[in-house]
């Protein structure tokens, strides 16, 4: 899987969750995925079904922690109108979509894969700092 | 991390100890012959100068430029910076080993520049990692393949036809983040400039010929791929990749030169602000400290807060030349060629520096006669044409709506064998529409997907702050601004033949991405790609003339009749809009010219002058006819001492607006309920505005007398004493207009029901189908009976409890009851009246126009509502 279509995928969970937002101020949004990371980890441990697919591209830039990834797919899934950042601070991006949008977004995975994001999702969503 | 630990631990890390061999076996004897030459063992000579177009004077030290005049870097003489860029900027063709050389002057101008503004404690370090990161920036672009970036695209997911080779360059990648723990996010390039580095000869000529430290070779190495191999060395790794890097601080400035494209960017002022900070590991981000020493003092590159501006300056700069110079259209047209000569010939990664840009044009080169053809191409740059941008920009209606379906596109672009299934899909369709209109076809399709900008967050300069502590800057926010997409930003549908052929291309890709997509664009798509709109017009216009059905499953992409907008029309049309100005059923619709017009290019050229006649012909029911005439015609009609009764009564219903009209007329007429007027024993004249077939008025007379079970929605059903007195009146039916046909219905009707009653109007429409005696009345009848049974089966076969089946449809697609009349009341169209007249709808994958919507029922979203046989204008 792609990089983008993962982290599609992932924002699609996110808003199936009620999130609406993703903070990006100070970089927040990677100190959140850092538990999303800690999530996947157990999930390979664990073999879960689809968790092969999951692209390796979590890793964390040395000395800035930032994970280029999810910035990229912050930039890239403004096309189409999935996301809005608000320039030209972006303290937060906004997810533009709502729940029955992201359910056939989330149809486009297969069932493996969404009950991964979910459990991503649901990782990112319980960070304080999230929303 | 040991630097030479991790780089000893790449040479045996999965494939790489392979891709070494190859290269081995590929450079080996070339240095070998090379030292041979240059006397072996005898080491480095002295140092050189390099006047460059850039930077002026370059100089190397003896060592360096025993490696600058080593087959791996002589090669890169041969393997232009810019790959293609030449074919769009003529003088942007200046090699690799230029940008090398320009990359080792930048790197000394950047540590020069750290070491003034750092404090004294640190100089020694500075100094002593000059050597080897200069070292770094002659080697970083060795690995580069040939035609520089197009390459590396070919391996790409999006790119890369063929699995295996696929997943060998991603295995090269992965192999190398393993050894050197980084994200597996290494360009290919630089993961073979550390494997070059790597290559037993070649590290022979580094250590013992330039006499490099092992432990300096290997951080040279590390530094390329963007890893330090310790925290007090983390500044020599951005040095050499980062947001602000040598790399780029040559390489932009350079590219501006040779395209004349303009940097904004303050390098003498960016350079003052660099620095080298040694900080506290905690002020570094959680994930990277949490593996650090809490005592230990990492060194990394910084600047202050307004040279942090100075860097979002680079980022913007940077996605400035993406814009305009590698992501060029020209460019990435020659790119598209050269991924397919990729395609043809496959090579592994490594296997590809046995090359330089020759690859791809040299006619000498055994090929297949296809891959000579595209060699030949890119030689004599006879490269593709766009004819489509595809972006979300340009989507119909906006892409807020489509999101689902433009990531199908998205996807669908991005994956190899499904952009392939597309780009023959269009080829048919080009093939197809050329036949039919019997033109030349182009050669080849070739879609190229958007392409990728550089990666926001890559920035790991840190920003030192007053109070001393140090900060990881704003991170995605500066970056995200400066790259945040453009609406140029597109992929496009290429192709490669006569410049004529752009047109028939736009078409024949726009008919694919609405049937595979269901997504439609506007004429920027066009516009964009340089493709003569007006040009594109014409071709839909020959297309459907030479076959009528063409655009049977593309409603929505056909061109405007070249008629409607004709002059010669002009009058016709400003009279049919004035004689109809007063229709009003939805408030925001206007019976304007422009609205009869639109209504028009609906419909086939041929049939647009009868379809103007069919609407000349309409019989319309304004206030004059209603309040002046239809009075001056009941007055006369009925007995002097009558009571008025509407046929039909309550909201919407046309009966009840007629009194509105009527108290036009001077003499007042008595009006009221047939309860109230069964109470008097006055005659009674029960009026309505239009009676078409008569279904309606007779289901009402049934249920007054109680024939009808069930009674006739919002119909009084009459007790006994009230049926005997309505049998026992003189009663008379009078209507503005009716159809003879209903006329007959309802009188004979009222005869079963014993009624003393009489059926008149004030005009009574004799005629036959109403279409007869218009030009081409039957292809317009043909085409109109099409309409009225999508628009119905669009709506009410889709809608309610009880969806109209196809039959029913058909049974009222020109008119309820296929009563097939022209007529139209000031409120409301009466639904005996040619359904797409007046009834909305799907035709053709395209919304249908009617030119008089129906007003809308209490509460319904639709203007069209009612049961065929309903066919007075009042039901709605």
Request: net charge negative; glycine share 6%.
């Amino acid at each position: 899987m792609r990089s983008e279509k993962f982290f599609r995928g992932f924002v699609a969970a996110l808003r199936m969750q009620g999130e609406t937002e993703i903070v990006t101020k100070g970089d927040a949004h990677h100190r959140t995925l850092d538990a999303v990371v800690e999530r996947l980890e157990e999930i390979r441990r664990a073999k879960k079904p689809g968790a092969e697919e999951v692209p390796d591209v979590l890793v964390p830039r040395e000395i800035t922690g930032r994970y280029r990834a999810w910035d990229s797919a912050l930039v890239t899934l403004q096309r189409g109108r999935l996301l809005a950042g608000r320039n030209p601070t972006y303290p937060i991006v906004e997810i533009l979509f709502d729940k029955e949008e992201a359910k056939r977004l989330l149809e486009r995975y297969t069932p493996e894969q969404r009950a991964i994001f979910a459990e991503l999702a649901e990782a990112y969503s319980r960070q304080p700092v999230a929303s | 991390m040991d630097a030479a630990e991790a780089f000893e631990r790449l040479k045996k890390q999965g494939i790489i100890p392979d891709v070494i061999a190859c290269l081995e076996g590929i450079f080996g004897p070339l240095i070998e012959e090379y030292l041979s030459d240059n006397g072996k063992g005898r080491g480095a000579g002295g140092s050189k100068a390099f006047k460059d177009a850039v930077w002026g004077m370059i100089d190397l030290t003896g060592p360096e430029v025993l490696i600058a005049d080593s087959p791996p870097l002589q090669r890169l003489r041969r393997v232009r910076q810019l790959g293609f860029g030449y074919l769009t900027y003529p003088s942007a063709g200046y090699s690799r080993f230029e940008h090398t050389l320009g990359a080792v002057h930048q790197t000394e101008r950047m540590v020069l520049a750290i070491r003034r503004r750092s404090k004294s404690n640190l100089h020694r370090d500075i100094d002593e990692s000059l050597s080897t990161v200069r070292l770094a920036a002659l080697l970083h672009d060795c690995g580069h393949m040939p035609g520089s970036h197009v390459s590396e695209r070919f391996f790409d997911e999006k790119e890369c036809p063929q699995a295996d080779l696929r997943m060998h360059a991603a295995q090269i990648q992965s192999d190398l983040a393993q050894a050197f723990k980084l994200p597996p996010e290494v360009r290919l390039a630089e993961c073979l400039s550390v494997c070059m580095a790597a290559m037993p000869s070649f590290y022979d000529l580094l250590r013992n010929e330039a006499r490099y430290e092992p432990e300096a070779i290997a951080t040279a190495a590390l530094a390329i791929a963007g890893k330090a191999a310790e925290p007090s060395h983390y500044f020599v790794s951005q040095l050499i990749s980062n947001a602000i890097d040598a790399d780029k601080l040559d390489y932009m400035f350079r590219d501006s030169l040779f395209t004349r494209v303009p940097l904004a960017i303050d390098l003498e002022r960016l350079l003052y602000k660099l620095k080298c900070e040694e900080v506290s590991a905690s002020d570094l981000a959680p994930t990277t400290s949490r593996g650090l020493p809490k005592d230990s003092r990492p060194r990394v590159l910084a600047t202050d807060t307004s040279g942090d501006l100075l860097a979002y300056d680079v980022s913007q700069t940077r996605e400035m030349l993406y814009s305009r110079v590698y992501f060029h259209h020209k460019t990435r047209a020659a790119e598209r060629v050269a991924l397919e000569l990729l395609g043809r010939r496959p090579h592994r990664p490594e296997e590809l520096l046995a090359f330089d840009d020759g690859f791809f044009v040299d006619e000498r080169t055994p090929r297949s006669r296809s891959a000579k053809k595209l060699a030949r191409r890119l030689a004599w740059r006879r490269l593709p044409r766009r004819a489509f941008a595809i972006s979300d920009y340009f989507l119909d209606p906006s892409p807020e709506q489509l999101r689902v379906e433009w990531v199908g596109l998205d996807e669908d672009l991005a994956d190899p064998a499904r952009r392939q299934a597309l780009e023959k899909a269009i080829e048919a369709e080009c093939a197809a529409i050329a036949k039919l209109l019997k033109c030349p076809r182009p050669e080849a399709v070739h879609l190229d997907p958007r392409a990728e900008h550089p990666t926001p967050g890559g920035s790991s300069l840190l920003v030192s702050l007053p109070d001393g502590s140090v900060s990881t800057g704003q991170g995605y926010a500066p970056d995200a601004a400066a790259e945040t997409q453009d609406p140029t930003d597109s992929a496009h549908v290429f192709f490669s033949g006569a410049d004529a052929e752009a047109e028939l291309v736009y078409v024949a890709a726009e008919r694919i991405l609405a049937r595979e997509f269901d997504l439609y664009f506007t004429r920027d798509a066009a516009d964009q790609a340089k493709v003569n709109w007006e040009k594109v017009i014409d071709l839909k216009r020959n297309l459907e003339e030479a076959h009528p059905q063409s655009f049977e499953d593309y409603g929505r992409l056909r061109a405007r009749p070249l008629l409607v907008d004709d002059a010669s029309l002009d009058g016709q049309i400003a009279s049919i809009a004035k004689r109809f100005q007063h229709y009003t059923t939805v408030p925001q619709v206007m019976l304007t010219e422009e609205r009869v017009r639109d209504f028009l290019a609906q419909f086939p050229e041929p049939l647009v002058e009868p379809m103007l006649e069919a609407l000349e012909k309409i019989e319309f029911l304004d206030r004059g006819r209603l309040g002046t005439d239809f009075a001056a015609s009941l007055m006369k009609q009925s007995p002097t001492n009558a009571v008025f009764v509407p046929l039909t009564s309550g909201y919407a219903k046309s009966a009840s607006h007629i009194p509105y009209f009527l108290s036009d007329h001077r003499g007042s007429l008595p009006f009221m309920s047939l309860e109230e007027a069964l109470k008097t024993d006055r005659p009674l004249v029960v009026f309505d505005d239009v009676l078409v077939s008569g279904t309606q008025s007779t289901k009402i007379l049934n249920t007054w007398l109680g024939e009808r079970k069930p009674p006739y929605r919002g119909v009084p059903v009459l007790g006994p004493d009230q049926r005997q007195a309505l049998r026992e009146r003189s009663v008379r039916f009078h209507f503005a207009w009716a159809w003879h046909q209903g006329v007959e219905r309802l009188a004979e009707r009222q005869q079963v029901l014993q009624l003393d009653a009489e059926v008149g109007a004030m005009v009574i429409d004799e005629s036959g189908p109403a279409l007869n005696g218009i030009s081409n009345s039957e292809a317009l009848r043909a085409f109109l009976r099409e309409v009225g049974k999508s628009v119905l089966m669009t709506t009410k076969g889709q809608r309610g409890r009880k969806p109209w089946s196809e039959e029913k449809c058909e049974r009222s697609a020109l008119g309820y009851n296929n009563d097939e009349r022209l007529v139209v009341i000031e409120y409301n169209t009466p639904t005996g009246t040619i359904t797409p007249l007046w009834s909305s709808g799907t035709f053709r994958n395209a919304d249908w126009t009617p030119l008089f919507p129906r007003r809308q029922r209490s509460g319904s979203a639709g203007g069209d509502a009612g049961q065929p046989g309903e066919a007075l204008a009042g039901e709605g």
